[in-house]
């Protein structure tokens, strides 16, 4: 029976991998299509306020407390019991907290539309350009809200039974309709509103399509309780939340507050500017969610059995793979980002290194964060760390502001990661082992392989930057393609060499395996 449960949670982790490795890349490709049509068609301005308003959407979702991941660490259990009243008596509750956070959502938004001109510093271009910010705002708001309104808590229940794939493959099928779409409607009418109008539809329709999805899946959600989730047990959850908010808030500073600081500051071109190095940013950071969400829930389920010695074997080989993922967004991105801004779009539009090296710390940083963040989740720790964030965000806006002022867009993303080293990076670590762990395994140890493995990513780094400014430069697309080949090569090669012959390395090497054999029994059957 045990056997049987670890080949289907190994198999579950193996078809959400690949379902979001696969769409994954598909989706990028549209988006950069989308990208270029959108710079082509509405220029610097639009794209500008896409940016600041996709930000500050960022930031209102902070009122959904992290109730989605306390919800989540609530329903392993139960699924794992086959507890069916108590799993609907928890996404009962789950409907109406979403319900409420969308109407809070609705309201801070209209209350910011005030604010509009503080936040945006060349305001009155908008104006002269006959641009209705206030308009385009109220439809970025009206996206935000539809989320949680429209059913999206019932996907809660389909990612918690390791069924992440099946959503994933809806989300990339609306994903590329609505690019063609944005992109169709862009050309023929040049116009910023229905662009907004589309997005809005996509994630109304996507969450009524996971919806129907899990009420065939899970018809048991949909009972009606007599029996309410106890009000003790409600407390708790809040209290959980209130740990997780602080969390979240340390991630919207993060990611969302570069756009903000930019604007208020510098103005919204340089936020147009900034913005096109995002997206090669939300890029990498959707693929390592994709892939550490595609472990989550089968890591959930792990953390259900109590083995911590095969629980601390897979955390060690998903540190290998941080290190392999992070390293490589790291090197690429700091070797080949302008020379890809400035074949897509070019280089009035690049801003000079070490601006694409900041971005790829920054980005090998989030992996690390990333990691324990799952874990963190999994176990349940929601309130043993819950003060770091607010160090992070304290350290992270004051570097940033003040930086900002003396070095302009690079200080920005300075202030984000010296706030990640300084209280992330060592600290999140130190609780994992202390309180999931219980110091079964060695902190040193640990912090040991992470330096070993920064330090691997750096050299192979250095080698790859040496080789991309001095071998096929100035070729376009064609420098892009073989730079890029060289940094996504070189360093899991170089890691995988080094690490193949030790308990993660095999590990991994067996999971890889077991993914072809997957792939290639698919493509047989189809």
Request: proline share 2%.
């Amino acid at each position: 029976m045990i056997v049987e449960k670890k080949n289907s949670r190994v198999s579950n982790t193996i078809y959400n991998f690949v379902s979001s490795m696969g769409g994954q890349f598909i989706t990028i490709l549209m988006q950069f299509i989308v990208r270029t049509v959108f710079i082509k068609t509405l220029g610097k301005s639009y794209l500008g306020i896409n940016g600041l308003y996709s930000n500050i959407l960022n930031m209102l979702s902070l009122t959904e407390f992290g109730f989605s991941n306390a919800i989540l660490f609530k329903l392993y259990e139960p699924i794992a019991k086959n507890d069916y009243k108590r799993l609907a008596q928890l996404m009962e509750l789950y409907k109406k907290i979403y319900r409420i956070i969308g109407a809070i959502i609705a309201g801070v938004g209209l209350c910011l539309i005030p604010f509009l001109p503080i936040l945006i510093s060349d305001y009155d271009k908008l104006e002269k350009l006959h641009i209705n910010a206030v308009f385009i705002f109220i439809l970025y708001l009206l996206k935000s809200v539809t989320s949680y309104l429209f059913f999206s808590y019932k996907s809660a229940i389909i990612r918690a039974n390791q069924k992440e794939y099946l959503i994933n493959i809806v989300s990339y099928v609306f994903t590329i309709v609505a690019g063609i779409a944005q992109i169709i409607c862009l050309i023929l009418f040049t116009d910023f509103v229905i662009y907004v109008v589309i997005l809005v539809l996509q994630v109304i329709l996507q969450n009524i399509c996971c919806a129907r999805m899990a009420d065939k899946m899970y018809p048991y959600i949909n009972e009606k309780c007599e029996e309410k989730v106890a009000t003790k047990e409600i407390k708790g959850i809040f209290k959980d939340c209130s740990a997780l908010f602080i969390y979240n808030v340390n991630s919207f500073v993060i990611k969302s507050t570069d756009n903000i600081i930019i604007s208020a500051v510098m103005g919204i071109s340089y936020v147009a500017l900034y913005s096109n190095y995002y997206i090669l940013y939300t890029t990498f950071y959707t693929l390592f969610s994709k892939i550490y969400d595609s472990l989550t829930h089968s890591l959930g389920n792990l953390h259900t059995e109590k083995d911590k010695a095969h629980e601390y074997q897979i955390f060690k080989s998903i540190n290998l793979v941080t290190c392999i993922i992070g390293g490589t967004a790291f090197v690429g991105i700091a070797c080949v980002a302008d020379e890809l801004i400035t074949a897509w779009i070019g280089s009035s539009w690049v801003i000079k290194q070490p601006f694409a090296f900041l971005i790829g710390l920054e980005l090998y940083t989030l992996a690390v964060c990333k990691q324990f963040n799952r874990f963190r989740n999994i176990m349940g720790l929601f309130q043993q760390a819950k003060y770091r964030p607010v160090a992070g965000c304290i350290i992270n806006l004051g570097v940033s502001v003040a930086l900002v002022h003396v070095c302009g867009i690079y200080g920005v993303l300075i202030g984000t990661i010296v706030a990640d080293w300084l209280t992330f990076v060592w600290f999140d670590p130190m609780i994992i082992h202390k309180y999931g762990f219980e110091n079964k395994f060695s902190l040193i140890q640990y912090y040991l392989r992470f330096a070993k493995q920064f330090l691997i990513v750096v050299m192979v780094g250095i080698v790859d930057y040496i080789i991309c400014n001095n071998f096929l430069t100035g070729w376009g697309w064609l420098s892009v393609v073989v730079h890029s080949a060289i940094c996504g090569i070189s360093v899991p090669l170089v890691v995988f060499l080094i690490y193949r012959k030790t308990e993660e390395g095999k590990y991994l090497v067996g999971i890889a395996k077991r993914i072809i054999n997957k792939f290639i029994h698919i493509k047989k059957n189809a």
